[in-house]
């Protein structure tokens, strides 16, 4: 099942040979690239891994069916490397297993790596740490695991026997958090070589939040451009600031349809050597599961070469464009004028956002001229002011030309700015999951709202 980020969650084959070409032409790649940018990484050091047990239904045929991602217990040798022991793996609740995941964090000191899919996990991972982390320190201390968790009997009994007291970790760790949470990750784990997960794309923001607050001072890697349909391309270069990818011409065959004709109904696609460096292209995947000349709605920007082999940065996702009339504000662009925005709005943090275009929300929030309802949820301040919130339109007006030429003409009116209160984003994602049948490990927030229910719940948080 796909995450349904951009549209229904569909329902495509996955197939050994998949899994062993994303193995073999991705994983083992990477890990070369990461060898060789981060040496000190290749050590006995443990890796934790933010990752939650996805739920299965089968088929009437008796056929798997539910998110591409497989358990770390499924596999006892890949288990050793991690801090997390394999009977959190069988714990229902993604609360309860991330409280698991901190837990045997916090007691290893030489933890290497910290690991997910997306840098969103491991952010709202540090989130959930600042608020219980006195539970937490409580649990290293006196060797238990806190009864507020619900776990079965059994399983609690095979996680306690792996608790000793430890009252100078716990010390430790107490003087640590009491400090504050700035570059918190650093000083939990002072041999901390890395933090390993996609923060392109709508992951931008939160890979941000964390090197900037919470990861101060510690490497990112995102190694992977890869999709539900398979592995799309590598990350051949850890360090650099830009999240390019190399596309992997064995995984897939890639079609390009550029940016200028995505709206024809027969449009023509270029091939591998025909693409322009510079240009913007939708990706066309044909795999060998079975999709066929299929539109996965990924538009990059071919950033150069590697041999004869196009590099890519991913730009937007087609079903995340706002589109009110017809003039096309991609994700990247809005994301750019909020930042600069936020940066006006003096102690403001941006946490998280999401927007929706006026005509789903009806008559539920009054006036006529189409525009955009954009939700935001900040840190270090309570309300805006209507100049402030005003600041947000004038910016997307300086990056855009097309939308501010409909400002001027009056056929789109003013974006109108709500302040949400805090978790809102985190109780909206809970929602969206249920609806979607995703799991944590492959949800991404989606940047345009396309179901009524989803907007009327953040409007419902509004709180300035």
Not at 238 to 264: A, I, K
Not at 346 to 368: F, K, N
Not at 423 to 452: I, P
Request: charged share 25%; hydrophobic share 35%; proline share 5%.
């Amino acid at each position: 099942m796909t995450s349904g980020t951009s549209g229904p969650s569909a329902m495509l084959l996955s197939t050994k040979d998949t899994n062993t070409d994303f193995f073999l032409q991705g994983v083992t790649v990477c890990l070369e690239a990461l060898r060789k940018a981060f040496p000190e990484s290749d050590s006995l050091q443990r890796t934790t891994k933010f990752f939650y047990t996805p739920t299965f239904r089968q088929s009437e045929a008796g056929i798997s069916i539910g998110p591409n991602s497989s358990t770390p217990a499924s596999s006892r040798y890949i288990l050793n490397l991690y801090t997390t022991p394999a009977p959190a793996f069988e714990v229902p609740s993604e609360k309860d297993t991330l409280y698991l995941h901190l837990l045997f964090a916090l007691k290893d000191p030489s933890v290497g790596t910290l690991e997910s899919n997306f840098a969103s996990t491991v952010f709202y991972a540090f989130t959930a740490l600042q608020e219980r982390w006195q539970e937490l320190v409580e649990d290293v201390e006196r060797g238990s695991i806190s009864r507020a968790l619900t776990l079965e009997p059994k399983v609690r009994s095979r996680l306690e026997a792996l608790m000793k007291p430890d009252a100078e970790r716990a010390a430790q760790l107490r003087a640590h958090f009491q400090e504050g949470f700035g570059g918190i990750a650093k000083r939990l784990w002072p041999h901390l070589n890395l933090v390993l997960a996609v923060d392109s794309g709508s992951n931008q923001i939160y890979g941000e939040m964390l090197r900037e607050h919470y990861c101060r001072g510690v490497p990112f890697y995102s190694p992977f451009y890869a999709a539900t349909e398979g592995l799309i391309g590598v990350n051949l270069w850890p360090q650099e600031p830009d999240r390019r990818y190399l596309l992997c011409p064995r995984s897939m065959f890639c079609e390009f349809l550029p940016e200028s004709s995505l709206d024809e109904e027969t449009p023509q696609t270029l091939l591998m050597e025909e693409v322009k460096e510079g240009e913007n292209y939708e990706l066309i995947i044909t795999n060998t599961s079975g999709l066929f000349r299929y539109r996965i709605g990924d538009i990059v920007k071919v950033a150069g070469f590697h041999n004869q082999c196009p590099i890519v940065e991913f730009q937007y996702r087609r079903g995340q464009m706002l589109n009110v009339r017809g003039e096309k504000v991609s994700e990247a662009l809005f994301l750019r004028a909020l930042k600069n925005a936020v940066a006006q709005w003096p102690g403001a943090q941006l946490v998280d956002y999401s927007c929706a275009e006026s005509g789903i929300l009806g008559d539920s929030i009054g006036g006529s001229d189409p525009h955009y309802q954009v939700f935001i949820e900040l840190k270090g301040v309570r309300n805006l002011t209507e100049e402030q919130r005003y600041k947000l339109d004038i910016c997307l007006q300086k990056d855009s030309a097309v939308y501010r030429s409909f400002r001027i003409k009056g056929s789109i009116g003013p974006m109108r700015v709500q302040l949400v209160s805090e978790g809102a984003f985190k109780e909206l994602q809970k929602k969206m999951m249920a609806y979607t049948s995703t799991s944590a490990n492959t949800f991404k927030m989606h940047r345009v709202l396309r179901r009524k229910e989803y907007a009327e719940f953040l409007l419902g948080k509004t709180i300035s």
